[in-house]
Nanobody, 124 residues
Framework: HVQLVESGGGSVKAGGSLRLSCQRS????????MAWFRQRPGESREGVGA???????RYAESVKGRFTVSKDNTKNTLYLQMNSLKPEDTAMYYC???????????????????WGQGTQVTVS
């Protein structure tokens, strides 16, 4: 059974940075995707960034060049480095894990089997 626990959220001024972490326990598939999603107030949850078992990444257009997804396999930890934060980045951020279908990490939420509880990021 896989459990995901996010940390690192908080309040920051616009232009600042935060690094989110997602600690995983339990085993994943040999080919997998791990992703960050966020849910802004009053909006649906959306994909932000994803990384596969080989380290290939993809990002939402709104965060490209500002956010970086990475993972440390030795620590079973997923990261989201967020730079140049904007007020519109304010959201609850979730990490998720799923099987890599067709060798591609989409932002389709139904592709992700495991979810963390979320960590709040507030940018003012």
């Amino acid at each position: 059974h896989v459990q995901l626990v996010e940390s690192g959220g908080g309040s920051v001024k616009a232009g600042g940075s935060l690094r989110l972490s997602c600690q995983r326990s339990g085993y994943l598939w040999k080919t997998y995707c791990m992703a960050w999603f966020r849910q802004r107030p009053g909006e649906s949850r959306e994909g932000v960034g994803a990384i596969d078992h080989n380290g290939n990444t993809r990002y939402a257009e709104s965060v490209k060049g500002r956010f970086t997804v990475s993972k440390d396999n030795t620590k079973n930890t997923l990261y989201l480095q967020m730079n140049s934060l904007k007020p519109e980045d304010t959201a609850m951020y979730y990490c998720a894990a799923g099987f890599a279908r067709n060798g591609y990490c989409s932002f389709l939420q139904s592709n992700y089997n495991y979810w963390g509880q979320g960590t709040q990021v507030t940018v003012s």
